[in-house]
């Protein structure tokens, strides 16, 4: 086996109290705050003492049976949404629970926010809900516009624990919430249980510049832990970078806690780039093990090509072969589900052992 070396050397990043305070109070800078400056000085300075002692979790209990460590402290957040997903996979393995689609809106535009107006995306995204509502499925739609339309909704960055070794990726994400940093409000708790409560997932997108939107990629990055991450955080108590490299270096199995779900992707353009995000979107989720839905189910295309982005929405309602297409993904998706659910679909590599496991 090899050596187990941790490689240190960034620069320092933690804050002198003087910047820590001001950065604080930025978020206070409407004049309503102006009689509170008493109050707001007793909460800097708790603040500043959640973090100038790093309490990234202050709220935690043993973790108890079934971890390989019962007396480590883990976080209640993080059981929390454990317990969540546990929940979700039960009712996703039930025959008799309803079929569940995860239906998720790609695209940051909104009428709630600076654009002023819908995307063109929410109503693709309408279109293949009314599909599956036609079919007798239970629809739960993730709409990703929230993130900058909803007060202090964030799905915070990915921070590549996996790169150090892959144990240290919890399953569920533990990074978030870090109190100490004022990183909560963290939307994944949320969405990990739709994504393993679902049969069938379908993500609807634009293209910003050659890629999927922030909003998106924030997600896909978020769920690098159901691709072979650590459902035992005791294992490496907490992130011990060194203890999840001996982990891994012993020997890892990645699992894959979102195998065999299907999908369809519709990635929409207006002058290039939607080829691109729709490969990349079914590469990424082939590459988790969920199963696409034919190339029906694999959409990419133009709508109003080179044409002013003012007309968009009409260009839309004139291409009718789009939305067309779109509902025949979400059609196709379904179909796929109903055959997996019946037994008679069956994925020609299901008893083949994958020789690189990663």
């Known amino acids: ?104 809106n790609g695209s940051p535009r909104s009428e709630h926010t600076c654009p002023g107006e819908m995307s063109k995306t929410w109503r693709l995204v309408e279109l293949a809900r009314s599909v599956f509502v036609q079919e007798g499925f239970i629809v739960d739609l993730l709409d990703l516009s929230r993130q900058v339309s909803e007060y202090d909704k964030h799905i915070h960055p990915c921070k590549a624990c996996v790169s ?45 510049w050659y890629q999927t939107p922030t909003t998106l990629k924030a997600m896909i990055d978020r769920l690098v832990c159901a691709d072979g991450g650590n459902p035992d955080p005791t294992s490496t108590h907490g992130k011990r970078a ?36 729709r490969r990349s979107l079914c590469d990424w989720l082939t590459d988790m093990s969920l199963v696409g839905a034919t190339r029906t189910a694999e959409v990419d295309g133009y709508i109003g090509y080179m044409e002013p982005y003012a007309t968009s ?9 789009f939305q067309q297409q779109t509902q025949n993904a979400a059609q196709a998706l379904a179909n796929a589900i109903r055959l997996a659910r019946a037994g008679t679909y069956q994925r020609p590599d299901d008893d083949i052992e994958d020789a690189r496991s990663k």
């Not at 409407?30 to 790093?54: K, T």
């Not at 990990?192 to 609807?204: K, N, Q, R, S």
Request: charged letters at 20%; a negative charge; proline letters at 7%.
């Open 1 to 104: 086996m090899a050596d187990i070396d941790v490689r240190k050397g960034m620069p320092p990043v933690k804050l002198s109290r003087a910047e820590f305070e001001r950065r604080f109070l930025d978020q206070f800078v409407d004049p309503a705050f102006a009689p509170l400056q008493h109050e707001l000085s007793a909460i800097v300075e708790a603040a500043w003492n959640a973090y100038d002692h790093s309490r990234k979790s202050p709220l935690t209990r043993k973790a108890g049976p079934g971890f390989s460590d019962p007396d480590y402290d883990l976080a209640i957040d993080w059981l929390n949404a454990r317990a969540a997903i546990t929940a979700a996979q039960a009712r996703h393995d039930d025959p008799n629970e309803a079929m569940r689609i995860l239906l998720i």
């Open 164 to 208: 150090t070794a892959m144990p240290l990726c919890h399953w569920p994400c533990s990074c978030y919430p870090n109190y100490s940093l004022g990183q909560t409000n963290d939307w994944m708790n949320e969405i990990y249980p739709l994504w393993v409560g679902a049969h069938g997932i379908m993500i609807v997108t634009p293209v910003h």
């Open 242 to 277: 060194a203890e999840a490299k001996a982990i891994e270096l012993a020997g890892w199995d990645y699992p894959k806690h979102l195998e065999g779900r299907h999908f369809a992707v519709v990635a929409h353009g207006d002058a290039v780039g939607a080829e691109g995000v």
């Open 313 to 321: 929405h009409q260009a839309l309602d004139h291409d009718e072969a």
